[in-house]
């Protein structure tokens, strides 16, 4: 059988392309049969279908037809019995789509299944009885139930045929709905006397190839007379139901009349219909003839019935006519939501009009009750675009930001117009992933943060905090040290920044009286790629510490010489004698200073200013009076602890510098002595504990020298023979020089290769002397290798000296 392929295409509004492509197969093909090659009508490529994951959607939980994506081809997946499918129905199709992902597209496929003749026709009844009078007239009619064959078309019931046909003849009566009424006609008056019983088969032919057939026994019994039929009072009556009326709702009432009196014109009410699925929705009382519902009516099922009912009385005459039922639909069934394709997670970066959900929606009813409008209930960033035969898009409608909502929970709500509207939702779960759009951002636009002096290196100062609005490693920040410098030094080389946590540290330890403040620049980037990042300014104030003692200025202290300060004996009380000039290095209070007097010669004689440093006198200067004043001033700062310095004051009282000097010849002996005699005490003790652990120290190594240099010279085989110069007279004639000689032997850690080198020979020394001098004379020499391996052992280095007696 030639299969069919028709293709139409067509551009949706919002971008995805959406074709539709029919074939035409007959039914009970075996599995894996080809339908169509789906590719190649579609234009598509094998390869498109492979990476859009092509699949096939339906409605219907059963699939008669499978995708091959490898080879682009519909194939049968189920046996197709269109009887089953379809019914009655014509023409049979199967309806379903090709979804494609990436991007998003769809294609409709309708697939007809066409008839084969594999259906006999059958007769609801093996046999048929009935009772007539003899008295039939000549063309009275007898009802007799048709065949039905599931097959459709040519290959449906097609003829009838009678035999034998000696008494009776077929009349067929073609119905508009295509289905035939099938009439016994007497041609040849009965003789009960002749033939009380006549037996006929009737046949049913279809038109298929090859031709299949059906029969049916018909067994007549001839009566005595019986000459008056029912009839009914119209031949077609026309009735309207309301769909899901509840059973026992009469839908119509028909009415026969007959002639006869007594059980001759008693009328009994049936259904002749073959089709089963009106018997099962409606019955007829034999005795009144209403129809009533027995069972749930369905206007999407069928929207209309037809009912053939047959009259007959006791004497086997009847009569038929037809009941036409039409079912008005009401608003039952909800609008259904079918999902066809749909994105779980979408880049917050997405173009809008990006298609997320691909929905289909059908509702059962028609007319307004079948029109349905869908809407998304929350006021959310999308948009549901529709196209033609209730098919939904779900897209981007504004742009998307994961940092205001990192997931919809979107609700599709589709109503349909019917009174009361019926609707279905369903609820879409839509996750935003992360696109790194923004920036690390620090919770200050600068930052100060204090250290004092002093510190250890490594000492956390402060710590520097950026978020990042973003997810996951675009979130991810680190911090990083900006070059630059401070006072022409590399800023790593004052602090450092930890990556991960943002912590400064101090590389150096700081000192408030060389930097008192600097700042710089730090870096806080995210993982993203490509990464982004922003700065901040942090500023690093150094806090002073009391680390410096005050300096004194005046009066200077020296050494060698001493200073004094002249009061004459005529002093008045508050006479300004000098003053004790001080400063301070250190910051704040712990540069404010303070002076007192710690030790005098006479305390009742002066006094110390205690901010301003000045040495007055507090009474009057007398002859008693010592020459010679020494005062000690101490200078205290304010810091905790606090640092103090002290200087000594001299002051003669005395009206003349020549009794000044004779006073103080002596005076700067005496004193180191007199104060400082524990000092010496103590430093004689080590002094000459030193050299005692010095001497045994010396001894020993002398020893282990020795026995070293016996040692390499036994092993290095090579003799030593000391050199003696000639004896030199000097010219004061004191006689013979005595000899001195010193040997220094050297000698490396690995075994006998080395070098070895010697002091040239007596002949090689330059002596120089100076006749007039009673001193050193001194050798000047030169060394020279008496060896030319580079190997040799040892080294020896020869020093000579002189010493003139």
């Given at each position: 059988?030639?299969?069919?392929?028709?293709?139409?295409l067509?551009?949706?509004?919002?971008g995805?392309?959406?074709?539709?492509?029919?074939?035409?197969?007959p039914?009970?093909?075996?599995?894996?049969?080809?339908?169509?090659?789906?590719?190649?009508?579609?234009?598509?490529?094998i390869?498109?279908l492979?990476?859009?994951?092509?699949?096939?959607?339906?409605?219907?939980?059963?699939?008669?037809?499978?995708?091959?994506?490898?080879?682009g081809?519909?194939?049968?997946?189920?046996?197709?019995?269109?009887?089953?499918?379809?019914?009655?129905?014509?023409?049979?199709?199967?309806?379903?789509q090709?979804?494609?992902?990436?991007?998003?597209?769809?294609?409709?496929?309708?697939?007809?299944?066409?008839?084969?003749?594999d259906?006999?026709?059958?007769?609801?009844?093996?046999?048929?009885?009935?009772?007539i009078?003899?008295?039939?007239?000549?063309?009275?009619?007898?009802?007799?139930e048709?065949?039905?064959?599931?097959?459709?078309?040519?290959?449906?019931?097609?003829?009838?045929?009678?035999?034998?046909?000696?008494?009776?003849v077929?009349?067929?009566?073609?119905n508009?709905?295509?289905?035939?009424?099938?009439?016994m006609?007497?041609?040849?008056?009965?003789?009960?006397?002749?033939?009380?019983?006549?037996?006929l088969?009737?046949?049913?032919?279809?038109?298929g190839?090859?031709?299949?057939?059906g029969?049916?026994?018909?067994?007549?019994?001839?009566?005595?007379?019986n000459?008056?039929a029912?009839?009914?009072?119209?031949?077609?009556?026309?009735?309207t139901?309301?769909?899901?009326?509840p059973?026992?709702?009469?839908?119509?009432?028909?009415?026969?009349?007959?002639?006869?009196?007594?059980?001759n014109?008693?009328?009994?009410?049936?259904?002749?219909?073959?089709?089963?699925?009106?018997?099962?929705?409606?019955?007829?009382?034999?005795?009144?003839?209403?129809?009533?519902?027995?069972?749930?009516?369905?206007?999407?099922?069928?929207?209309?019935?037809?009912?053939?009912?047959?009259?007959?009385?006791?004497?086997?005459?009847?009569?038929?006519?037809?009941?036409?039922?039409?079912?008005?639909?009401?608003?039952?069934?909800n609008?259904?939501?079918n999902?066809?394709?749909?994105?779980?997670?979408?880049?917050?970066?997405?173009?809008?009009?990006?298609?997320?959900?691909?929905?289909?929606i059908?509702?059962?009813?028609?007319?307004?009750?079948?029109?349905?409008?869908?809407?998304?209930?929350?006021?959310?960033?999308?948009?549901?675009?529709?196209s033609t035969?209730?098919?939904?898009?779900?897209v981007?409608?504004?742009?998307?930001?994961?940092?205001?909502?990192s997931?919809?929970?979107i609700?599709?709500?589709?109503?349909?117009?019917?009174?009361?509207?019926?609707?279905?939702?369903?609820?879409?779960?839509?996750?935003?992933?992360?696109?790194?759009?923004?920036?690390?951002?620090?919770e200050?636009?600068?930052?100060?943060?204090?250290?004092?002096?002093?510190?250890?290196?490594?000492?956390?100062?402060f710590?520097?905090k950026?978020?990042?609005?973003d997810?996951?490693?675009?979130?991810?920040?680190?911090?990083?040290?900006?070059?630059?410098?401070?006072?022409?030094?590399?800023?790593?080389?004052?602090?450092?920044?930890?990556?991960?946590?943002?912590?400064?540290?101090?590389?150096?330890?700081?000192?408030?009286?060389?930097?008192?403040?600097?700042?710089?620049?730090?870096?806080?980037?995210?993982?993203?790629?490509?990464?982004l990042?922003?700065?901040?300014?942090v500023?690093i104030?150094?806090?002073?510490?009391n680390?410096?003692?005050?300096?004194?200025?005046?009066?200077?202290q020296?050494?060698?010489?001493?200073?004094?300060?002249?009061?004459?004996?005529?002093?008045?009380?508050?006479?300004?004698?000098?003053?004790v000039?001080?400063?301070?290095?250190?910051?704040?209070?712990?540069?404010?200073l303070?002076?007192?007097?710690?030790?005098?010669?006479?305390?009742?004689?002066?006094?110390?200013?205690?901010?301003?440093?000045?040495?007055?006198?507090?009474?009057q200067?007398?002859?008693?009076?010592?020459?010679?004043?020494?005062?000690?001033?101490?200078?205290?700062?304010?810091?905790?602890?606090?640092?103090?310095?002290?200087?000594?004051?001299?002051?003669?009282?005395?009206?003349?510098?020549?009794?000044?000097?004779?006073?103080?010849t002596?005076?700067t002996?005496?004193?180191?002595?007199?104060?400082?005699?524990?000092f010496?005490?103590?430093?004689?003790?080590?002094v000459?504990?030193?050299l005692?652990?010095?001497?045994?120290?010396?001894?020993?190594?002398?020893?282990?020298?020795?026995w070293r240099?016996?040692?390499?010279?036994?092993?290095?085989?090579?003799?030593?023979?000391?050199?003696?110069?000639p004896?030199?007279?000097?010219?004061?004639?004191?006689?013979?020089?005595?000899?001195?000689?010193?040997?220094?032997?050297?000698?490396?850690?690995?075994?006998?290769?080395?070098?070895?080198?010697?002091?040239?020979?007596?002949?090689?020394?330059?002596?120089?002397?100076?006749?007039?001098?009673?001193?050193?004379?001194?050798?000047?020499?030169?060394?020279?290798?008496?060896?030319?391996?580079?190997?040799?052992?040892?080294?020896?280095?020869?020093?000579l000296?002189?010493?003139?007696l």
């Amino acid at each position: 059988m030639a299969r069919q392929v028709l293709l139409f295409l067509s551009v949706l509004s919002f971008g995805s392309v959406r074709g539709q492509v029919s074939y035409s197969i007959p039914e009970e093909m075996p599995k894996g049969s080809l339908v169509g090659n789906i590719a190649q009508d579609l234009g598509l490529q094998i390869k498109r279908l492979i990476t859009g994951k092509a699949r096939i959607y339906t409605r219907d939980s059963d699939e008669y037809v499978e995708l091959n994506r490898d080879r682009g081809v519909l194939l049968v997946k189920e046996r197709i019995d269109r009887e089953t499918l379809c019914r009655q129905t014509t023409p049979c199709a199967l309806h379903f789509q090709v979804i494609l992902e990436n991007p998003m597209e769809f294609y409709s496929v309708t697939v007809q299944i066409t008839d084969i003749n594999d259906n006999s026709p059958i007769f609801k009844k093996a046999e048929m009885n009935f009772k007539i009078s003899e008295s039939m007239m000549i063309g009275a009619k007898l009802v007799l139930e048709r065949a039905v064959d599931p097959d459709v078309g040519i290959n449906g019931v097609h003829g009838y045929e009678l035999k034998p046909t000696d008494n009776f003849v077929l009349k067929l009566h073609n119905n508009a709905d295509g289905n035939k009424n099938i009439e016994m006609v007497l041609q040849k008056p009965l003789d009960r006397e002749k033939q009380e019983q006549i037996s006929l088969v009737l046949t049913a032919v279809d038109g298929g190839e090859p031709q299949m057939s059906g029969t049916m026994q018909i067994i007549i019994t001839v009566l005595d007379a019986n000459d008056n039929a029912p009839v009914f009072t119209q031949p077609t009556y026309k009735a309207t139901v309301t769909e899901n009326s509840p059973k026992g709702t009469v839908v119509a009432s028909v009415t026969a009349s007959d002639a006869d009196q007594g059980s001759n014109g008693k009328i009994t009410y049936s259904i002749t219909n073959a089709i089963d699925d009106d018997k099962k929705l409606f019955e007829v009382n034999k005795e009144t003839g209403e129809v009533t519902l027995i069972g749930d009516i369905d206007f999407e099922t069928s929207r209309n019935h037809q009912i053939h009912l047959l009259a007959s009385d006791d004497g086997g005459l009847t009569d038929s006519c037809k009941l036409l039922i039409d079912v008005q639909d009401i608003n039952d069934n909800n609008p259904e939501i079918n999902i066809m394709s749909k994105t779980n997670v979408i880049s917050e970066d997405a173009k809008v009009n990006t298609v997320v959900t691909m929905i289909n929606i059908e509702d059962k009813d028609t007319g307004e009750n079948g029109r349905v409008q869908c809407s998304l209930r929350e006021s959310v960033p999308f948009a549901l675009k529709t196209s033609t035969n209730n098919f939904f898009s779900l897209v981007t409608d504004s742009d998307l930001d994961r940092e205001g909502a990192s997931e919809y929970n979107i609700t599709v709500t589709c109503s349909d117009e019917g009174l009361p509207s019926l609707s279905s939702s369903v609820t879409l779960t839509l996750q935003i992933s992360d696109v790194n759009d923004n920036p690390p951002v620090f919770e200050r636009s600068s930052y100060e943060a204090y250290i004092v002096e002093n510190n250890t290196p490594g000492l956390s100062i402060f710590t520097v905090k950026a978020t990042d609005a973003d997810w996951n490693q675009n979130a991810r920040v680190s911090y990083i040290l900006e070059d630059s410098s401070v006072n022409g030094v590399p800023v790593s080389s004052y602090v450092s920044v930890s990556a991960d946590s943002g912590v400064i540290h101090a590389v150096r330890s700081f000192d408030y009286e060389q930097i008192k403040d600097f700042k710089f620049c730090i870096k806080a980037q995210d993982g993203g790629s490509p990464p982004l990042s922003s700065n901040v300014t942090v500023k690093i104030m150094i806090q002073d510490q009391n680390d410096n003692a005050p300096q004194v200025l005046y009066p200077v202290q020296t050494g060698g010489s001493l200073v004094a300060e002249m009061v004459p004996r005529s002093a008045d009380v508050g006479y300004l004698v000098t003053k004790v000039v001080a400063v301070d290095v250190d910051s704040g209070q712990n540069a404010w200073l303070s002076y007192k007097l710690q030790k005098a010669t006479d305390r009742a004689l002066f006094e110390v200013g205690l901010q301003n440093g000045e040495v007055r006198t507090i009474r009057q200067v007398t002859d008693k009076d010592a020459v010679k004043q020494r005062l000690t001033v101490i200078v205290e700062d304010n810091g905790q602890p606090s640092r103090s310095a002290t200087v000594i004051v001299n002051v003669a009282v005395a009206d003349s510098f020549p009794e000044v000097l004779s006073e103080f010849t002596d005076f700067t002996h005496d004193k180191e002595y007199n104060e400082n005699l524990t000092f010496y005490l103590v430093l004689a003790l080590a002094v000459v504990s030193f050299l005692f652990i010095t001497c045994v120290v010396v001894i020993i190594s002398v020893k282990i020298y020795r026995w070293r240099q016996s040692r390499i010279l036994y092993h290095s085989n090579l003799p030593v023979i000391p050199y003696y110069p000639p004896r030199y007279s000097d010219t004061l004639g004191t006689g013979t020089l005595p000899h001195v000689y010193n040997y220094e032997v050297c000698r490396t850690t690995d075994s006998r290769k080395s070098d070895c080198k010697f002091g040239r020979a007596g002949s090689q020394n330059v002596l120089i002397m100076d006749p007039s001098s009673t001193g050193t004379m001194q050798r000047i020499q030169s060394e020279k290798s008496i060896l030319d391996e580079p190997d040799s052992p040892l080294e020896v280095r020869n020093k000579l000296s002189f010493s003139h007696l």
